[in-house]
């Protein structure tokens, strides 16, 4: 700890930060701090937030590494989060749901109710209009008070009023007689709640009115609600008010008189008997908003208190009853809210009643597959646990064991516990170790001959021509690409005396170490017939004579030895069985045009009993050399260069090549030619050696302004 605060930048910057703002809750306890410290001590806390984030992702990230780094841990918490998880998650939802359920059922009873009782209101004004009607306007207060009584048995607290009104109707039915108006409002009931209508507001019309209102104490400031209380839209609740059900109704009259107004207060009685029947209980009823419709109550509004047995239960739902401004006629929903208690156990009960025996029946099967849900899960588990614990026991086992390898005790054996995978996987890890010595041996001996591979590859190359040859008068360039570590490829530049060069180059039959062995014993036999032999063709059936003798039955040589003579500007070559020359013109040649120069003559090596043979098919042939003339001498792997497709890079198109390019220098000639066979064959393997020699004829006595030999030898 003390290490990540002092010595990496979020922990130093957390020390500032601290710092900082310890100096400016100091410099505040004695006087008014500037506005810079102000300033700074923000930035203070900033720079305490991002570090003290910094550390948290950090320790989460260990935390994670630590807890999670064996296996088993990661497979139990998989566990926990595919088969534990799921479940809880689904049975909250169905509890949520079922929950949300009851909430909306228990509103829409309240809702129901609530209109049921509106409804009620209208009746009792309907039939004491109708009396009153009927009556003649005789009697009134007596009307009044006797329906009051009725009313009053059924819904305590129930008030009526005949308001006296004077307002034109239209009607279609027959007037009645006209019957004589109070000329003062007639009250029956007790009116506790509110004070009685006067007269009705302008927009009642003659089709009445029903309809709930909402009045409360309005004297009273609105109290202070704690934290917990009930919010709604993200707005706490106002004051308690209460509810009443209003009807208006008129007389069947053109020209009505009065108006019965009936008051049904939504009060104990009334909540009791809608527990009784739903099993919903009407807590509380308060305003959402200062804005909501209220009426002045006549006395202070006393809360409704739930009952001891419903103060214990989970379900509490709201709902908004949609009230009336009495001033404007105007109906408010959202203006208030009625907080409801539910008895869930009271609701199913009524409902389940009324299913008989068949919803018993069924919340039976459900509890069984309930009780049945959870013995699979508690299995689930045990047999989860039991199986992460098998299974990370083998992996912890394995490790142990790759632990043991490689540290080099190949000698460890695994336990195999079980016949399964895992069992076969240690068996099989068992064998592994066995035979990891073996592999070991194997890849020693492998290195060996890499190494002697190498060995002869150096040695091979050292027997090809070194270092620049400068011989008057010819400008030599030459490369050789083995297909392997070492190939069967020989070329050599054979000073003779000081006017003339030999040229040579061989192409041993196959690959690989035994083609290697045999240009390396051709090396030596070239070099002392070249000094006893003046002539190619004298050479080559002396070379033939010693070579067939010795050579493989099924191996032989293909080769072209050239004699250039600067002097006598002359240039004598007999060909082998070999790739034809290439000659190229220069500008002061008699004879344009590019040539491939092949006389005839077989291959070397072959044991025909018979010598005369190969003297007898073999041509030497001279010609004349100029300024500037091109000479080309390769094996066929330059010629038969494939590419995927197996098309040969062919002998035209490598004559058209040199013909092209024929102006630029040797070795830049030479590396075009290399970087076009690239490009035509581009991805395909190389399938046999690549050489050849470049030889240009310079001007007579000149000496050559580059090295006259330049041999590469590449590993493929």
Not at 480 to 499: K, M, N, Q, S, T
Request: aromatic share 6%; charged share 20%.
């Amino acid at each position: 700890m003390k290490h990540a605060l002092l010595r990496t930048l979020p922990g130093r910057a957390i020390l500032i930060g601290a710092a900082v703002k310890l100096i400016v809750f100091a410099l505040t306890l004695v006087t008014q701090p500037p506005g810079i410290l102000r300033l700074l001590d923000t930035a203070a806390s900033v720079v305490l937030v991002a570090g003290g984030a910094y550390f948290l992702a950090s320790g989460m990230a260990l935390a994670q590494r630590r807890l999670l780094w064996r296996v088993r841990r990661k497979l139990i918490i998989s566990y926990i989060f595919i088969g534990f998880v799921p479940v809880i998650l689904i049975v909250a939802f169905f509890l949520l749901g079922g929950l949300l359920l009851f909430s909306n059922f228990s509103s829409y009873l309240l809702q129901a109710r609530l209109q049921t009782l509106t409804a009620q209101a209208r009746a009792i004004a309907s039939t004491t209009a109708v009396e009153i009607q009927r009556a003649g306007g005789r009697g009134v207060v007596s009307i009044a008070a006797r329906r009051q009584v009725s009313a009053a048995t059924e819904f305590p607290g129930a008030s009526i009023a005949v308001v006296p009104m004077e307002r034109p109707c239209e009607s279609t039915d027959v007037p009645p007689a006209p019957a004589e108006a109070p000329r003062l409002t007639v009250t029956a009931g007790p009116w506790a709640h509110v004070e009685p209508p006067r007269q009705l507001p302008t927009w009642v019309n003659c089709s009445g009115f029903q309809g709930l209102l909402a009045y409360a104490n309005l004297d009273e400031p609105i109290p202070t609600r704690a934290a917990s209380e009930l919010v709604v839209d993200g707005q706490p609740v106002g004051r308690d008010v209460d509810l009443v059900a209003r009807a208006i109704v008129m007389p069947d009259n053109a020209t009505p008189t009065y108006a019965v107004v009936v008051d049904l207060l939504v009060n104990d009685p009334i909540r009791d008997e809608l527990r009784s029947e739903t099993g919903v209980e009407l807590a509380t009823v308060r305003t959402m908003r200062d804005s909501a419709p209220i009426l002045r109550a006549r006395r202070p509004v006393a809360g409704h208190t739930a009952s001891d047995s419903m103060t214990s239960l989970p379900g509490v739902s709201a709902s908004f009853p949609e009230v009336v401004d009495w001033a404007t006629g105007e109906t408010r929903s959202g203006t208030v809210v009625a907080r409801m208690q539910l008895s869930i156990a009271e609701m199913y009960a009524r409902m389940a009643a009324a299913q008989g025996a068949i919803g018993q029946g069924l919340l039976i099967v459900l509890l069984a597959i309930g009780v049945l849900f959870l013995i699979i899960e508690a299995i689930a588990l045990a047999a989860g646990l039991a199986l992460a614990r098998s299974i990370t026991g083998s992996v912890h086992e394995l490790f142990t064991g790759t632990e043991k390898v490689r540290l080099g005790d190949f000698g460890h054996k695994i336990a195999i516990r079980a016949r399964d995978q895992l069992g076969e996987l240690a068996a099989s890890f068992n064998s592994m170790t066995a035979s990891i010595e073996d592999l070991l041996r194997v890849e020693r001996e492998k290195k060996r001959l890499e190494d002697e591979l190498r060995i002869a590859h150096d040695i091979q190359m050292s027997l090809l021509p070194q270092g620049p040859l400068g011989f008057p008068g010819v400008s030599v360039t030459s490369v050789c690409v083995p297909a392997r570590e070492v190939g069967g490829d020989y070329f050599d530049i054979l000073p003779l005396d000081e006017h003339r060069v030999g040229v040579l180059i061989a192409d041993v039959s196959g690959k690989g170490t035994s083609a290697a062995l045999y240009m390396a014993e051709m090396k030596g036999l070239m070099l002392s017939l070249s000094r006893n032999h003046s002539s190619p063709r004298e050479l080559l059936c002396t070379a033939n004579q010693i070579i067939a003798d010795h050579l493989n039955s099924r191996s032989f040589i293909t080769m072209i030895y050239a004699i250039i003579d600067t002097r006598a500007r002359t240039l004598t070559y007999a060909r082998a069985g070999h790739t034809p020359l290439l000659c190229c013109p220069g500008p002061n040649s008699p004879t344009p045009g590019l040539r491939l120069l092949a006389p005839d003559g077989m291959v070397l090596g072959l044991n025909l009993g018979d010598h005369a043979i190969f003297d007898r098919l073999l041509v030497e042939q001279t010609m004349p050399i100029h300024e500037g003339d091109i000479f080309l001498l390769y094996t066929d792997g330059i010629s038969e260069a494939m590419n995927a497709a197996d098309d040969c890079f062919g002998e035209e198109r490598l004559g058209a090549i040199v013909e092209e390019h024929a102006h630029l220098p040797s070795d830049q000639l030479r590396e075009r030619i290399l970087r076009e066979i690239a490009a035509f064959v581009g991805d395909a393997p190389q399938h046999d050696d690549m050489t050849m020699i470049l030889l240009r004829i310079d001007a007579a006595g000149a000496a050559s302004p580059q090295p006259g030999v330049m041999a590469e030898m590449a590993r493929p």
